[in-house]
């Protein structure tokens, strides 16, 4: 699986394994990078919520801006260099951040296509990345430790370290993931 040819652009969507919430997201390659625009309906514990993000990704699919909107909630805006740095808009650093490379937004299988296309693994190979997780429907982010391992061209096994939990990830041909056992379905 090679990364996707400069200058195009995809629209996935994906819904929630219940079939309750959709996703769909806009991803744009050019020659500057990938801009990831997205709208999703989703479902949690405290019920229905609506939810916008954008991300800017370098051509090495490193993170390099992210924001996430809740619908008459709260608004998340943060910035990397790409090699784990990250700040807020005022420029001040947030280093509980420090040394993440990744982002992990809860409510959408699109954050887990970044390393899974930044670590490009030989098959069999595992890595262990720090990732800064953004929770739905509070957008609270912190660091947390996850693990990919290459079990196939279009399958990797994905670990959330300190959760417990596991899933084998099934990509297509640009590495964007199609089903996420339990969580997420792929509809286009």
Request: with cysteine.
């Amino acid at each position: 699986m090679g990364a996707p040819m400069t200058g195009w652009k995809r629209t996935v969507q994906w819904t929630d394994w219940n079939g309750d919430g959709l996703e769909t997201l806009s991803i744009v390659r050019n020659d500057e990078g990938v801009l990831a625009e997205s709208a999703v309906t989703g479902h949690f514990e405290a019920g229905k919520y609506d939810l916008t993000y954008g991300l800017a990704i370098d051509l090495h699919w490193r993170v390099r801006e992210v924001s996430v909107q809740i619908a008459n909630g709260p608004r998340l805006h943060i910035l990397s260099d790409g090699r784990g740095r990250w700040v807020n808009e005022d420029r001040s650093e947030i280093s509980d951040l420090a040394g993440c490379v990744d982002v992990d937004i809860a409510a959408t299988p699109f954050t887990n296509t970044l390393p899974i296309l930044r670590l490009r693994q030989k098959t069999g190979i595992s890595e262990d990345i720090s990732v800064a997780f953004v929770s739905v429907p509070n957008l609270v982010i912190e660091p947390v430790l996850q693990r990919y391992t290459k079990l196939a061209e279009n399958r990797f096994l994905y670990e959330g370290i300190s959760t417990a939990f596991s899933a084998e990830l099934e990509v297509d041909g640009d590495g964007i993931v199609l089903d996420y056992p339990g969580v997420f379905r792929r509809l286009s």
